[in-house]
């Protein structure tokens, strides 16, 4: 057949359509000429891609190029896009004409790179065709370009020897010149280099910082949702950028949960501007002394007891070696053996004078029931290491971090154990003297605890000690670990109900807000479990109870007083009252009605009587005033109680400034609040 002609018709297989029906038989240089003619693109495939499959035979390959690269511009592009598509091996006369058509930059990269990987595979081992194609793709191009885009052939084909070894010599003879140093490399050598020495990332030939790369990575992936784009920006960023863009992007509670989880391992919370780990506004009490079996130790220390019915014996060890070891002094005897050593001494006795055996029997049987009886029972081994450690190790001790760490476990260790009267002054020596809020906490919780045997109500105590820590004469970080100690402690539900009443009037006294609150529970994590998840708008009525002037609109119903008064002159009822009412804002005791049962309780949700809530309107009498005074004197101030506030001023010592610059009340295993004070 004549160069140039195309055949009269070919027997299309029932593949080739493009329009959803079969072709039959169609002729060759129609299916080529609609292939050239402008159409919408998805019909355009179409023809390319019929055209591709029904070119079979050499002639019919040669016949097709030829009409498609006498077409101009447009022409060389649909044969590139007819190559790419092509199933059999094009004939040397065709592929010697593929360079030319690569020549042109007007078409597309990506169609170039596919028409060329496809010409290379009917090229097989031609070198000739090889170093043609390489030319005509390459031209133009710097180096380094050049071999981008031959990598870009390469990964389009299965395997290619001639291919293989040229990009090989290309990499091997290409030198690149580090912007940053002398150092002239390789493309893989400098890219190590970049890395390695100057913290740079190799893209394209040009030395980029890897935060400017990966973040124009992710405002692709942003726009595109390309989860190779994420994964590059991934690799690229480091873990505080992660976490920062992480925290820009709102993450998920299940996506910030493992970093939470790690964080909690090493005591820090996460900032929650960036997601980076912070340590604590408030750093945990050290966990007490063990204590057991008679023994007490830590920290390098021990003190232990032995003998709980004979001879005991006390044994001191220190870090720097033993400090004693022996009887201990005056409490060694137990009576077990000091009514040995009397029977012991009947008997020696009862020989010496030749008494009768059943005589000298009987006399040192009672006396020794008698010297047991009169002994007493020593006092538990665990409590007495703990009053040895008291008195022979607690004066030792020289002063700084660790004797005040020694000092607030050996405190938590005592609660409960040893002798209260004894360790007394040495108690309250430490307490004045150390300046450790960890220590001076523990030393007053112990105290508290060795007054409540007398008769102390514990509760109340507890309370004072918060008091004092908000109003600034023992700092807020003092607040915290009393609130700890008392949790560790695992106080009863109505102990609970009944301190977060006591807590919350030293708060409101000292001029924290509800929303102020928020930044200290936000720091302080045991406060915050003392609060139990109290609800903004419960505690906002709370706060106007607390701070309505006088004189109080309740003052007109005799009987009738708020939640803070119950709290602290009641101990027993108002930890019943408030296990059951935890929104209780007043009470009244009506003159006819001694149990609590009868009791009118105005709370946040409404007005309880007799355990149960009525409607204002099924209220008479007292009743009546005192559901007004809830709907038309608490709750219109409601909005001014919770209005928002800056941080509270004293917290400031509890704020921690995180790398991205941001101040943060943080507890450990949580993520952060930023805090909020007036500029000056």
């Known amino acids: 057949m004549p160069r140039g002609a195309v055949p009269v018709a070919v027997h299309a297989p029932r593949e080739a359509v493009s329009d959803g029906g079969t072709r039959g038989r169609v002729k060759l240089g129609e299916l080529t000429d609609a292939a050239l003619a402008d159409a919408d693109p998805v019909a355009h495939a179409g023809f390319v891609a019929d055209l591709a499959l029904v070119t079979r ?48 930059n007007d078409i597309p990269e990506e169609l170039r790179v596919r028409a060329a990987a496809r010409a290379l595979r009917s090229a097989r081992s031609s070198r000739e065709a090889l170093d043609g194609i390489v030319e005509a793709l390459t031209a133009g191009l710097t180096p380094l370009d050049a071999l981008a885009r031959l990598r870009a052939v390469q990964v389009r084909m299965r395997r290619s020897k001639a291919l293989d070894a040229l990009i090989d010599r290309r990499e091997r003879r290409l030198r690149l010149s580090c912007p940053r140093c002398p150092a002239r490399l390789g493309l893989a050598a400098m890219a190590r280099h970049l890395f390695d020495a100057h913290g740079l990332v190799l893209d394209r030939g040009r030395a980029r910082r890897p935060e400017k790369l990966a973040k124009r990575l992710r405002k692709r992936y942003a726009a595109a949702r390309d989860t190779t784009l994420l994964d590059e920006a991934a690799t690229l960023s480091s873990p505080s950028a992660l976490r920062a863009w992480a925290a820009r992007c709102r993450a998920s509670a299940a996506d910030v949960a493992p970093l939470l989880h790690d964080a909690a391992g090493r005591g820090n919370g996460l900032c929650p501007r960036c997601l980076a780990e912070v340590p604590p506004s408030v750093e945990p009490l050290p966990p007490p002394l063990g204590l057991g079996g008679g023994r007490l130790s830590g920290d390098g220390f021990v003190v232990e007891v032995r003998g709980p019915d004979g001879l005991r014996t006390c044994s001191i060890t220190t870090p720097f070696g033993v400090l004693r070891s022996g009887l201990d002094g005056r409490r060694a005897v137990g009576p ?74 050996l405190c938590r260790a005592s609660v409960g154990q040893g002798d209260a009267d004894g360790r007394a002054a040495v108690v309250k020596g430490e307490v004045n003297a150390s300046s450790d809020p960890g220590t001076r906490a523990a030393a007053r919780f112990l105290q508290t605890d060795d007054a409540v045997r007398l008769g102390v109500d514990r509760v109340g105590a507890l309370g004072r000690l918060l008091s004092a820590g908000f109003d600034g004469s023992e700092g807020i970080a003092f607040v915290e670990h009393v609130a700890e100690l008392f949790h560790r402690a695992s106080p009863s539900p109505a102990d609970i109900a ?62 009738t007083g708020t939640v803070f008064e119950l709290a602290r002159v009641a101990p027993t009822l108002a930890g019943r009252l408030l296990r059951e009412h935890p929104d209780l804002l007043l009470y009244h005791r009506p003159p006819d009605s001694d149990d609590v049962h009868g009791w009118v309780l105005v709370c946040a949700r409404g007005v309880v009587v007799r355990g149960k809530l009525v409607a204002d309107a099924d209220t008479d009498g007292a009743t009546r005033w005192l559901a007004r005074v809830r709907s038309e004197h608490l709750l219109p101030h409601l909005d001014a109680a919770l209005a928002p506030v800056p941080s509270h001023p004293p917290l400031a010592a509890l704020a921690r400034r995180c790398g991205c610059g941001a101040e943060v009340f943080v507890s450990p295993g949580r993520v952060g609040r930023g805090a909020r004070f007036r500029s000056v």
């Open 57 to 104: 035979t050499p002639d019919s390959v040669a016949a097709v190029a030829d009409r498609l690269l006498t077409a101009g511009g447009r022409g060389r592009q649909v044969f590139l896009e007819w190559l790419a598509l092509l199933r059999v091996r094009l004939p040397e006369a065709v592929l010697s004409r593929v360079p030319g058509a690569l020549e042109s």
């Open 336 to 409: 077990r053996s000091a009514g040995v050593v009397a029977a012991g001494a009947i008997l020696a006795a009862a020989v010496a004078l030749k008494l009768p055996v059943a005589v000298a029997a009987l006399l040192a049987g009672t006396t020794y029931f008698a010297g047991r009886l009169l002994r007493g029972p020593l006092p538990a081994a665990s409590g007495r290491a703990v009053d040895r450690a008291w008195s022979e190790l607690v004066p030792r001790l020289p002063p700084g971090a660790a004797r005040d760490r020694f000092l607030t476990r």
């Open 498 to 559: 009944r301190l977060r009443v006591l807590a919350l009037e030293g708060a409101f006294a000292t001029g924290f807000t509800p929303r102020a609150l928020a930044d200290l529970w936000a720091a302080c994590p045991y406060l915050h479990d003392l609060s139990g998840g109290v609800p903004l708008s419960r505690l906002g009525v709370q706060y106007v109870v607390w701070a309505y002037p006088s004189p109080h609109p309740w003052d007109a119903v005799p009987g």
